[in-house]
Nanobody, 121 residues
Framework: QVQLVESGGGLVQAGGSLRLSCAAS????????MGWYRRAPGKQRELVATITSGGITNYADSVKGRFTISRDNAKNTVYLQTNSLKPEDTAIYYC???????????????WGQGTQVTVSS
């Protein structure tokens, strides 16, 4: 199995920044895309940003120009730099990895436990 552990969430004032990290561990064979999703109170989970193993990125329109996703393939870690945060960015942020494990056949979606980001106005 592949485990994902997020860190870096917290409480920040509007206009502030946070850097989220997500480290993958376990029986990893290969990680393809990694990404960040979020779920705000009373809303469905939505995509924030994704990045392929080759570094191709994709962002939700609501975060373009403010958030930057990056990854360190050697460390199996993905980052999300969040700048100019707004109260509407308040949510639980989840890390995702599309990966092959050495212990389970086939490529699967793996999820972290989530980290809370709260932006005060």
């Amino acid at each position: 199995q592949v485990q994902l552990v997020e860190s870096g969430g917290g409480l920040v004032q509007a206009g502030g920044s946070l850097r989220l990290s997500c480290a993958a561990s376990g029986s990893i064979f290969r990680i393809d895309a990694m990404g960040w999703y979020r779920r705000a109170p009373g809303k469905q989970r939505e995509l924030v940003a994704t990045i392929t193993s080759g570094g191709i990125t994709n962002y939700a329109d609501s975060v373009k120009g403010r958030f930057t996703i990056s990854r360190d393939n050697a460390k199996n870690t993905v980052y999300l730099q969040t700048n100019s945060l707004k109260p509407e960015d308040t949510a639980i942020y989840y890390c995702n990895a599309l990966a092959y494990s050495t212990s389970i056949p086939g490529r699967r979606d793996y999820w972290g436990q989530g980290t809370q980001v709260t932006v005060s106005s």
